[in-house]
């Protein structure tokens, strides 16, 4: 089971940091990946992290403003968000893949409800 957390209205130029509690089968074995959709338009691929937090991958539109880690200790990982513009206005999903990177939607095997996250001008 994945809950997304840490969504919120801000402005352009704050920060954000979303969470992403992993429990019960979805164990820290399992790569993760950060999502979002906006309406109307598909869900696009964030960030992603390896199961064993060594490696990290990252869509350009987000590249050096964002940062993805994962915290074993706590079942967690977390997005964080610099530099939010309008344009990063949507709704971000975790999701959890058995083996491999997740960096594709078709390929994740569990996904979290989804956190809102309004970027104002």
């Known amino acids: 089971q994945l809950q997304a957390s840490g969504g919120g209205l801000v402005q352009a130029g704050d920060s954000l940091r979303l969470s992403c509690a992993v429990s019960g089968r979805t164990s820290l074995n399992y790569a993760m990946g950060w999502f979002r959709q906006t309406p109307g338009k598909e869900r696009e691929f964030v960030a992603a992290?390896?199961?064993?937090?060594?490696?990290?991958y990252y869509a350009d539109s987000v590249k050096g403003r964002s940062t993805i880690s994962r915290d074993s200790a706590k079942n967690t990982v977390y997005l964080q968000m610099n530099g939010l513009q309008p344009e990063n206005t949507a709704v971000y999903y975790c999701a959890a893949k058995m083996f491999g990177i997740a960096t594709r939607t078709d390929a994740c095997n569990y996904w979290g409800q989804g956190t809102q996250v309004t970027v104002s001008s």
């Open positions: 992290i390896t199961w064993s937090g060594g490696t990290t």
